[in-house]
Protein backbone atom coordinates (compact mmCIF):
# COMPACT_ATOMS: atom_id res chain seq x y z
CA UNK A 1 0.00 0.00 0.00
CA UNK A 2 2.60 2.55 0.95
CA UNK A 3 4.90 1.74 -2.69
CA UNK A 4 1.13 2.15 -4.25
CA UNK A 5 0.98 5.71 -2.27
CA UNK A 6 4.48 6.46 -2.70
CA UNK A 7 4.38 5.81 -7.08
CA UNK A 8 1.09 7.29 -7.03
CA UNK A 9 2.99 10.76 -5.22
CA UNK A 10 5.22 10.50 -7.59
CA UNK A 11 3.20 10.20 -10.78
CA UNK A 12 0.72 13.01 -9.30
CA UNK A 13 4.18 15.72 -8.76
CA UNK A 14 5.45 14.90 -12.24
CA UNK A 15 1.99 15.26 -13.75
CA UNK A 16 1.89 19.10 -12.56
CA UNK A 17 5.35 19.07 -14.32
CA UNK A 18 6.11 21.06 -17.57
CA UNK A 19 9.37 18.84 -18.67
CA UNK A 20 9.61 16.86 -21.31
CA UNK A 21 8.48 13.57 -19.56
CA UNK A 22 6.01 14.98 -17.23
CA UNK A 23 2.68 13.88 -16.81
CA UNK A 24 1.94 10.21 -17.25
CA UNK A 25 -1.39 10.45 -19.55
CA UNK A 26 1.04 12.86 -22.02
CA UNK A 27 3.89 10.71 -21.45
CA UNK A 28 1.85 7.57 -22.39
CA UNK A 29 -1.15 9.02 -24.80
CA UNK A 30 1.08 9.12 -28.57
CA UNK A 31 2.39 5.97 -28.04
CA UNK A 32 -0.76 3.76 -29.54
CA UNK A 33 -1.76 6.82 -31.40
CA UNK A 34 1.13 7.19 -33.22
CA UNK A 35 1.67 3.26 -33.93
CA UNK A 36 -1.98 3.22 -35.19
CA UNK A 37 -1.14 6.21 -37.60
CA UNK A 38 1.87 4.73 -38.90
CA UNK A 39 0.30 1.04 -39.05
CA UNK A 40 -3.33 1.15 -40.13
CA UNK A 41 -3.31 3.72 -43.49
CA UNK A 42 -0.15 1.90 -44.94
CA UNK A 43 -1.76 -1.11 -44.68
CA UNK A 44 -4.80 -0.20 -46.15
CA UNK A 45 -3.11 1.80 -49.19
CA UNK A 46 -1.21 -1.24 -50.34
CA UNK A 47 -3.78 -3.78 -49.92
CA UNK A 48 -5.90 -1.23 -52.31
CA UNK A 49 -2.96 -1.59 -54.90
CA UNK A 50 -2.10 -5.35 -55.12
CA UNK A 51 -4.48 -5.74 -57.62
CA UNK A 52 -3.67 -3.38 -59.73
CA UNK A 53 0.21 -4.49 -60.07
CA UNK A 54 0.93 -5.24 -63.65
CA UNK A 55 -1.51 -2.95 -64.95
CA UNK A 56 0.76 -0.93 -67.70
CA UNK A 57 3.90 0.15 -66.32
CA UNK A 58 2.60 -0.31 -62.52
CA UNK A 59 5.26 -1.92 -60.69
CA UNK A 60 5.69 -3.12 -56.92
CA UNK A 61 8.13 -0.08 -56.67
CA UNK A 62 5.48 2.19 -57.97
CA UNK A 63 3.40 1.03 -55.18
CA UNK A 64 5.62 1.40 -52.43
CA UNK A 65 5.92 5.68 -53.45
CA UNK A 66 2.20 5.32 -53.87
CA UNK A 67 2.08 4.21 -50.46
CA UNK A 68 4.45 6.77 -48.81
CA UNK A 69 2.67 9.40 -50.88
CA UNK A 70 -0.71 8.95 -49.96
CA UNK A 71 -0.20 7.83 -46.17
CA UNK A 72 0.10 11.99 -45.03
CA UNK A 73 -3.63 11.89 -46.30
CA UNK A 74 -4.45 8.66 -44.77
CA UNK A 75 -2.68 10.29 -41.33
CA UNK A 76 -4.94 12.82 -41.53
CA UNK A 77 -7.90 10.77 -41.98
CA UNK A 78 -6.91 8.00 -39.03
CA UNK A 79 -5.90 10.95 -36.82
CA UNK A 80 -9.38 11.45 -34.47
CA UNK A 81 -9.55 8.08 -34.44
CA UNK A 82 -6.02 7.39 -33.26
CA UNK A 83 -6.23 9.64 -30.55
CA UNK A 84 -9.28 8.29 -29.29
CA UNK A 85 -7.41 4.60 -29.04
CA UNK A 86 -4.65 6.32 -27.28
CA UNK A 87 -6.33 7.76 -24.67
CA UNK A 88 -8.25 4.76 -23.98
CA UNK A 89 -5.48 2.75 -24.11
CA UNK A 90 -2.90 4.78 -22.49
CA UNK A 91 -5.11 5.77 -19.46
CA UNK A 92 -6.84 2.11 -19.65
CA UNK A 93 -2.74 1.33 -18.99
CA UNK A 94 -3.21 3.48 -15.90
CA UNK A 95 -6.71 2.29 -14.75
CA UNK A 96 -5.53 -1.50 -14.70
CA UNK A 97 -3.11 -0.70 -12.12
CA UNK A 98 -5.37 1.64 -10.10
CA UNK A 99 -2.81 4.03 -10.64
CA UNK A 100 -5.48 6.83 -11.53
CA UNK A 101 -7.63 5.76 -8.92
CA UNK A 102 -3.92 6.45 -6.40
CA UNK A 103 -3.59 9.56 -8.06
CA UNK A 104 -7.09 10.60 -7.43
CA UNK A 105 -6.24 9.92 -3.64
CA UNK A 106 -3.55 12.18 -3.92
CA UNK A 107 -5.14 14.93 -5.39
CA UNK A 108 -5.27 14.77 -8.67
CA UNK A 109 -8.71 15.79 -10.17
CA UNK A 110 -10.41 14.60 -12.96
CA UNK A 111 -9.77 18.04 -14.77
CA UNK A 112 -6.12 17.81 -14.54
CA UNK A 113 -5.60 14.37 -15.90
CA UNK A 114 -7.84 15.53 -19.04
CA UNK A 115 -5.17 18.98 -19.09
CA UNK A 116 -2.55 16.44 -19.31
CA UNK A 117 -4.23 14.55 -22.16
CA UNK A 118 -4.88 16.93 -23.63
CA UNK A 119 -1.67 18.65 -23.68
CA UNK A 120 -0.52 15.30 -25.95
CA UNK A 121 -4.05 15.97 -28.38
CA UNK A 122 -3.40 19.43 -28.81
CA UNK A 123 0.04 18.54 -30.42
CA UNK A 124 -1.18 15.58 -32.63
CA UNK A 125 -3.97 18.10 -34.20
CA UNK A 126 -1.45 20.76 -34.66
CA UNK A 127 0.58 17.99 -36.70
CA UNK A 128 -2.79 17.13 -38.54
CA UNK A 129 -3.53 20.47 -39.18
CA UNK A 130 -0.21 21.00 -40.85
CA UNK A 131 0.18 17.92 -42.80
CA UNK A 132 -3.19 18.57 -44.14
CA UNK A 133 -2.49 22.09 -45.34
CA UNK A 134 1.16 21.86 -46.61
CA UNK A 135 2.14 18.04 -47.29
CA UNK A 136 -1.20 16.71 -48.13
CA UNK A 137 -1.60 18.56 -51.37
CA UNK A 138 1.62 17.91 -52.69
CA UNK A 139 1.86 14.16 -52.08
CA UNK A 140 -2.17 13.04 -53.32
CA UNK A 141 -0.74 15.03 -56.47
CA UNK A 142 2.52 13.37 -56.34
CA UNK A 143 0.90 9.99 -55.67
CA UNK A 144 -1.49 10.41 -58.62
CA UNK A 145 0.84 11.20 -61.09
CA UNK A 146 2.89 8.20 -60.51
CA UNK A 147 -0.16 5.49 -60.50
CA UNK A 148 -1.84 7.08 -63.53
CA UNK A 149 1.39 7.48 -65.59
CA UNK A 150 2.24 4.27 -65.19
CA UNK A 151 -0.69 2.51 -65.53
CA UNK A 152 -1.92 4.32 -68.65
CA UNK A 153 1.50 4.73 -69.97
CA UNK A 154 1.45 7.83 -70.60
CA UNK A 155 3.44 11.00 -69.34
CA UNK A 156 2.61 13.53 -66.99
CA UNK A 157 4.21 16.46 -64.73
CA UNK A 158 2.93 18.85 -62.29
CA UNK A 159 4.65 21.61 -62.28
CA UNK A 160 4.41 23.84 -59.44
CA UNK A 161 2.25 25.99 -61.22
CA UNK A 162 0.55 24.01 -64.05
CA UNK A 163 0.02 20.86 -64.74
CA UNK A 164 1.68 19.00 -68.04
CA UNK A 165 0.27 15.96 -69.66
CA UNK A 166 1.84 14.25 -72.96
CA UNK A 167 -0.02 11.32 -74.84
CA UNK A 168 1.05 10.37 -78.04
CA UNK A 169 1.66 13.64 -80.75
CA UNK A 170 0.14 15.94 -77.78
CA UNK A 171 1.11 17.77 -74.71
CA UNK A 172 -1.54 19.39 -72.71
CA UNK A 173 -0.71 22.15 -70.43
CA UNK A 174 -3.20 23.08 -67.46
CA UNK A 175 -2.01 26.51 -65.40
CA UNK A 176 -5.25 25.59 -62.59
CA UNK A 177 -7.54 22.50 -62.71
CA UNK A 178 -10.00 23.30 -61.04
CA UNK A 179 -12.54 20.25 -58.35
CA UNK A 180 -15.34 20.74 -60.69
CA UNK A 181 -13.58 19.77 -63.43
CA UNK A 182 -13.12 23.13 -65.45
CA UNK A 183 -9.62 23.97 -66.93
CA UNK A 184 -7.95 27.19 -66.69
CA UNK A 185 -5.63 28.87 -69.42
CA UNK A 186 -5.04 25.58 -71.76
CA UNK A 187 -2.60 25.21 -74.10
CA UNK A 188 -2.72 22.58 -76.40
CA UNK A 189 0.94 21.84 -78.44
CA UNK A 190 0.06 19.49 -81.82
CA UNK A 191 3.36 17.96 -82.93
CA UNK A 192 3.75 16.03 -86.35
CA UNK A 193 5.38 12.37 -86.20
CA UNK A 194 9.37 13.41 -86.23
CA UNK A 195 8.16 15.50 -83.18
CA UNK A 196 7.88 18.98 -84.73
CA UNK A 197 5.48 21.51 -83.64
CA UNK A 198 2.90 22.10 -86.12
CA UNK A 199 -0.01 24.12 -84.43
CA UNK A 200 -1.16 25.50 -80.86
CA UNK A 201 -3.88 26.10 -79.22
CA UNK A 202 -4.05 28.79 -76.30
CA UNK A 203 -7.72 28.91 -74.46
CA UNK A 204 -8.68 30.97 -71.24
CA UNK A 205 -10.90 27.93 -70.15
CA UNK A 206 -12.22 24.55 -71.13
CA UNK A 207 -15.12 22.83 -69.72
CA UNK A 208 -15.63 19.58 -70.06
CA UNK A 209 -18.81 17.71 -72.18
CA UNK A 210 -18.80 14.27 -72.53
CA UNK A 211 -16.01 12.66 -74.34
CA UNK A 212 -15.12 16.60 -75.49
CA UNK A 213 -13.32 19.82 -74.50
CA UNK A 214 -15.14 23.65 -74.88
CA UNK A 215 -12.57 25.72 -75.16
CA UNK A 216 -13.27 29.86 -74.39
CA UNK A 217 -11.91 32.64 -75.56
CA UNK A 218 -9.32 30.62 -77.97
CA UNK A 219 -6.70 31.72 -79.98
CA UNK A 220 -5.18 29.25 -82.30
CA UNK A 221 -1.99 29.44 -84.33
CA UNK A 222 -1.44 27.08 -87.28
CA UNK A 223 2.36 26.91 -88.07
CA UNK A 224 3.76 26.49 -91.69
CA UNK A 225 7.04 26.21 -93.06
CA UNK A 226 7.62 29.67 -93.54
CA UNK A 227 4.39 31.41 -91.95
CA UNK A 228 2.52 31.03 -89.04
CA UNK A 229 -1.41 31.52 -89.68
CA UNK A 230 -3.58 32.82 -86.58
CA UNK A 231 -7.32 32.51 -85.72
CA UNK A 232 -9.52 33.78 -82.68
CA UNK A 233 -12.74 31.66 -81.52
CA UNK A 234 -15.40 32.66 -79.01
CA UNK A 235 -15.63 29.10 -78.62
CA UNK A 236 -14.21 25.77 -80.13
CA UNK A 237 -15.06 22.21 -79.40
CA UNK A 238 -12.09 20.50 -79.43
CA UNK A 239 -11.89 16.56 -79.42
CA UNK A 240 -8.28 15.18 -78.40
CA UNK A 241 -6.91 11.82 -77.54
CA UNK A 242 -5.99 12.63 -74.16
CA UNK A 243 -8.78 11.09 -71.38
CA UNK A 244 -11.07 12.79 -69.21
CA UNK A 245 -9.76 10.11 -66.69
CA UNK A 246 -6.15 10.73 -66.51
CA UNK A 247 -7.04 14.02 -66.13
CA UNK A 248 -9.46 13.43 -63.13
CA UNK A 249 -7.16 10.85 -61.75
CA UNK A 250 -4.32 13.88 -61.88
CA UNK A 251 -6.73 16.07 -60.40
CA UNK A 252 -6.57 17.32 -56.45
CA UNK A 253 -10.27 17.44 -54.51
CA UNK A 254 -11.14 20.16 -52.64
CA UNK A 255 -10.56 18.28 -49.19
CA UNK A 256 -7.20 17.74 -50.30
CA UNK A 257 -6.35 21.00 -51.00
CA UNK A 258 -4.64 23.85 -48.62
CA UNK A 259 -6.74 26.31 -47.05
CA UNK A 260 -5.64 28.86 -48.71
CA UNK A 261 -6.35 27.14 -51.99
CA UNK A 262 -9.65 26.04 -50.99
CA UNK A 263 -10.50 30.05 -50.45
CA UNK A 264 -9.14 30.99 -53.50
CA UNK A 265 -11.32 28.19 -55.22
CA UNK A 266 -14.64 29.74 -53.45
CA UNK A 267 -13.91 33.16 -54.07
CA UNK A 268 -13.41 31.69 -58.07
CA UNK A 269 -17.26 30.02 -57.30
CA UNK A 270 -18.59 33.01 -56.10
CA UNK A 271 -17.17 35.61 -58.72
CA UNK A 272 -18.66 33.64 -61.40
CA UNK A 273 -21.86 32.71 -60.22
CA UNK A 274 -21.22 28.74 -59.57
CA UNK A 275 -22.66 26.49 -57.11
CA UNK A 276 -19.85 26.69 -54.20
CA UNK A 277 -22.00 25.19 -50.78
CA UNK A 278 -20.18 21.44 -51.47
CA UNK A 279 -16.65 23.46 -51.10
CA UNK A 280 -17.47 26.05 -48.42
CA UNK A 281 -18.62 23.23 -46.28
CA UNK A 282 -15.22 20.96 -47.03
CA UNK A 283 -13.47 24.13 -45.83
CA UNK A 284 -14.95 24.60 -42.41
CA UNK A 285 -14.64 20.90 -42.12
CA UNK A 286 -10.99 21.27 -42.27
CA UNK A 287 -10.89 24.41 -40.25
CA UNK A 288 -12.95 22.48 -37.48
CA UNK A 289 -10.69 19.26 -37.95
CA UNK A 290 -8.12 19.86 -35.14
CA UNK A 291 -11.36 20.96 -32.82
CA UNK A 292 -12.34 17.13 -33.80
CA UNK A 293 -8.94 15.93 -32.41
CA UNK A 294 -9.36 17.26 -29.42
CA UNK A 295 -13.00 16.03 -28.91
CA UNK A 296 -11.58 12.70 -29.30
CA UNK A 297 -9.55 12.76 -26.92
CA UNK A 298 -12.03 14.53 -24.08
CA UNK A 299 -14.84 11.61 -24.87
CA UNK A 300 -11.82 9.02 -24.48
CA UNK A 301 -11.54 9.83 -20.59
CA UNK A 302 -15.08 8.78 -19.26
CA UNK A 303 -14.49 5.79 -20.40
CA UNK A 304 -11.18 4.82 -18.40
CA UNK A 305 -12.30 6.44 -14.86
CA UNK A 306 -13.86 4.13 -12.30
CA UNK A 307 -13.24 0.24 -11.97
CA UNK A 308 -11.31 -0.58 -15.08
CA UNK A 309 -9.08 -3.75 -13.67
CA UNK A 310 -11.09 -6.34 -15.25
CA UNK A 311 -10.74 -4.51 -19.21
CA UNK A 312 -8.23 -6.12 -21.16
CA UNK A 313 -6.79 -4.31 -24.08
CA UNK A 314 -8.58 -5.53 -26.58
CA UNK A 315 -11.65 -4.45 -25.06
CA UNK A 316 -10.39 -1.19 -24.78
CA UNK A 317 -9.50 -1.02 -28.47
CA UNK A 318 -13.00 -2.84 -29.47
CA UNK A 319 -14.18 0.27 -27.68
CA UNK A 320 -12.00 2.93 -29.28
CA UNK A 321 -13.34 1.80 -32.38
CA UNK A 322 -17.04 1.66 -32.24
CA UNK A 323 -17.04 5.05 -30.63
CA UNK A 324 -15.20 6.08 -33.44
CA UNK A 325 -17.58 4.40 -36.25
CA UNK A 326 -20.16 5.99 -33.79
CA UNK A 327 -18.65 9.26 -34.43
CA UNK A 328 -18.07 9.12 -38.43
CA UNK A 329 -21.52 7.36 -38.86
CA UNK A 330 -22.91 10.29 -36.74
CA UNK A 331 -21.23 13.32 -38.32
CA UNK A 332 -21.61 12.12 -41.73
CA UNK A 333 -25.53 11.31 -41.22
CA UNK A 334 -25.77 15.22 -39.51
CA UNK A 335 -23.72 16.91 -42.51
CA UNK A 336 -25.95 15.40 -44.88
CA UNK A 337 -28.92 16.06 -42.98
CA UNK A 338 -27.72 19.63 -42.58
CA UNK A 339 -26.85 20.08 -46.53
CA UNK A 340 -30.73 19.02 -46.70
CA UNK A 341 -32.31 21.80 -44.77
CA UNK A 342 -29.66 23.97 -45.63
CA UNK A 343 -27.62 25.10 -42.45
CA UNK A 344 -25.18 27.60 -42.33
CA UNK A 345 -21.74 25.51 -43.78
CA UNK A 346 -19.80 26.38 -40.54
CA UNK A 347 -22.57 25.00 -38.04
CA UNK A 348 -22.85 21.86 -40.61
CA UNK A 349 -19.41 21.17 -39.52
CA UNK A 350 -18.58 22.32 -36.28
CA UNK A 351 -22.11 20.61 -35.17
CA UNK A 352 -20.84 16.88 -34.36
CA UNK A 353 -17.79 17.75 -32.37
CA UNK A 354 -19.88 20.02 -30.39
CA UNK A 355 -22.79 17.15 -30.26
CA UNK A 356 -19.73 14.40 -28.96
CA UNK A 357 -18.03 17.18 -26.68
CA UNK A 358 -21.48 17.78 -24.65
CA UNK A 359 -21.89 14.18 -24.87
CA UNK A 360 -18.72 13.68 -23.28
CA UNK A 361 -19.21 16.59 -20.58
CA UNK A 362 -22.08 14.84 -19.76
CA UNK A 363 -20.58 11.85 -19.13
CA UNK A 364 -17.35 12.85 -17.22
CA UNK A 365 -20.04 14.57 -14.71
CA UNK A 366 -21.96 11.36 -14.52
CA UNK A 367 -18.72 9.40 -13.92
CA UNK A 368 -17.73 12.38 -11.16
CA UNK A 369 -21.20 13.56 -9.55
CA UNK A 370 -19.24 15.62 -6.66
CA UNK A 371 -17.50 17.91 -9.65
CA UNK A 372 -14.18 17.09 -11.82
CA UNK A 373 -12.19 19.80 -9.73
CA UNK A 374 -9.64 18.38 -6.85
CA UNK A 375 -10.23 18.99 -3.28
CA UNK A 376 -7.38 21.35 -2.67
CA UNK A 377 -7.89 22.72 -6.69
CA UNK A 378 -9.55 26.58 -6.31
CA UNK A 379 -13.09 26.82 -8.03
Known amino acids: VWQDWGRADYLYRISQSDGVYAGPARRRLSAPGIKFLVGAPAFFILMGQLDDIGRGNYRLLHVVEYVALRAPGKIVDFMPLAVLLGTILSLGSLASNSEIVAMQAAGLSVLQLLRAALQAAVMLALLSFLLADWVVPISETSAREIRSSAINATQALSAKKGLWVKDKNQVLYIKELLPNGVARSVEIYQLDERGRLVSTLAAQSAIPTSEQWLLKQVKQSIIGDQTVRTFDYDEMIYSGNISHQLLKA ?27 SAATLTFWQKIAAPFTVLVMCVLGVPFVLGSQRQNNTGSRIMLGILLGLTYVVAERLMIQLGSWIDINPFINAISPGLLFLAMAIYLLFKKQPHGLRGKGEPG
Open 250 to 276: LMIEPRQMSSSDLYAYLVFLDENNLDS
